[in-house]
Structure formats: C-alpha cells, structure tokens
C-alpha cells in the first residue's frame, strides 16, 4: 500500500505561478514506484493527465500544460513536483497526485488550485 502526500495549491491570480510537491510511502518501508505524476479535475469535467515522469525520467505533458508546466521527481526520496508557470483560470481544479506500482495506482487526496481572471 503507498500512500501520497500533496501540499501546495492555492489561489493565484492569472500569469501567476503555483508550485505541488508529493511525497509517497509505504506502510512496509518497501517502495518501487514507476511511474509519478499529476491529473487534475475541473468541476463537471473528467479527470484528466497533466504530466507524468517515469522512473528514468521519461516524461509526458498535456497539450494544454507544455511550455508553462514542468515536473520532476527525486526517486530517493519518492518525491515528485509540479512547478506550474503561466497560469490561466482554464488551469482551475482539483489536482490528484498518482504513482503506480506494478500493477496498481495510487491517488493523493487531491489539491485545490484556483486561478482568478
């Protein structure tokens, strides 16, 4: 079982910057994570991917996200972030840590982060 910290989010005003970190554990100490990212849900819309890093630091971003996102991770520590740059009020959700491990996926609580015009 892994269980996934968020902190950041918040409220910003449109062209303004917003920084999410993770952090993943397990109860047994033991930890493999592959793939870590992030997927954010807007209200009335689905979940969707925002960028993704593999474990040898492949990534891939959203069409929305490229060019004003960036993400990283730090696989000792089991850390991931989302340096989020340019924002727009269509950048407005709920945004879900995610981390799988063979064959299951695990999901943060979800960060609110709100952009005003």
């Known amino acids: 079982q892994v269980q996934l910290v968020e902190s950041g989010g918040g409220l910003v005003q449109a062209g303004g910057s917003l920084r999410l970190s993770c952090a993943a554990s397990?109860?047994?100490?033991?930890?493999?994570?592959?793939?870590m990212g992030w997927y954010r849900q807007a209200p009335g819309k689905q979940r969707e991917l925002v960028a993704i890093?593999?474990?040898?630091?492949?990534?891939e971003f959203a069409n929305a996200v490229k060019g004003r996102f960036t993400i990283s991770r730090d696989n000792a520590k089991n850390t991931v972030s989302l340096q989020m740059n340019s924002l727009l009020p269509e950048d407005t959700a709920v945004y879900y840590c995610?981390?799988?491990?063979?064959?299951?996926?695990?999901w943060g609580q979800g960060t609110q982060v709100t952009v005003s015009s």
């Open positions: 397990s109860s047994t100490g033991i930890i493999y994570i592959m793939d």
């Open positions: 995610y981390s799988n491990w063979g064959t299951n996926a695990y």
């Open positions: 890093v593999s474990r040898s630091g492949g990534t």
